[in-house]
């Protein structure tokens, strides 16, 4: 039968190109049904893919909520050596309290949500671990400068991220004075505090 002239021809995307369009759907459904209402039916429709296509790269709805935050978070670029604990910490801090405005906020904030009214995993469950992440290599580089010894306890390391995130859901903004009081009165004190041989 002959192609009518406005006929789109459908176009097979793969690797990269059909993981993008799937996580990007599945980011937009999470922001217009809620964790709740979001199915693998509803992302592979609006994908344009298979719910095979999706399955196979990710098996629980939450591994798919977690992979689509994640391709909406900038991870900050470290300052090139020489730095200090305190100036890596504020581009942390600063780079996260910029993306809660951005996609990945809004994503946090739903997931946040959901989860509260129990409709979906708790927020540990489904972290995908910048702050900690971050945390740690901001750690690393102090040890590799010589300003701390060694890296903190979990519950310490991750102290000064909890605080932040904290008030992020609060207020869903953090100003410059907050971050700054953050770094200086609170991480880099009780890091240093924690920082015997």
């Known amino acids: 039968m002959p192609q009518h002239p406005e006929q789109k021809v459908a176009t097979r995307r793969r690797g990269q ?3 993008d369009a799937i996580l990007q759907a599945a980011a937009d459904e999470l922001l217009e049904v809620g964790y709740a209402g979001l199915s693998y039916e509803s992302v592979a429709r609006r994908a344009g893919a298979s719910k095979v296509s999706i399955y196979r790269r990710w098996s629980t709805k939450e591994e798919l909520i977690r ?3 994640t391709q909406q978070v900038d991870i900050p670029q470290m300052p090139p050596e020489p730095s200090t604990l305190r100036e890596d910490l504020l581009l942390v801090f600063r780079g996260m309290a910029q993306q809660i405005q951005q996609p990945a906020g809004q994503l946090v904030r739903s997931l946040l949500a959901a989860s509260l009214a129990q409709q979906a995993p708790s927020m540990a469950e489904m972290s995908w671990g910048m ?3 971050m945390m740690r290599v901001v750690v690393e580089r102090a040890v590799e400068r010589g300003e701390l010894h060694q890296i903190p306890p979990q519950l310490v390391l991750s102290a000064p991220v909890d605080l932040l995130k904290q008030r ?6 953090v100003d410059e004075q907050y971050i700054e009081q953050l770094v200086d009165q609170i991480a880099v004190p009780l890091w240093k505090a924690q920082d015997t041989r």
């Open 17 to 19: 190109e059909l993981v």
């Open 67 to 69: 992979a689509a935050a």
């Open 131 to 133: 702050g900690p992440n």
């Open 168 to 173: 992020l859901i609060s207020y869903r903004e």
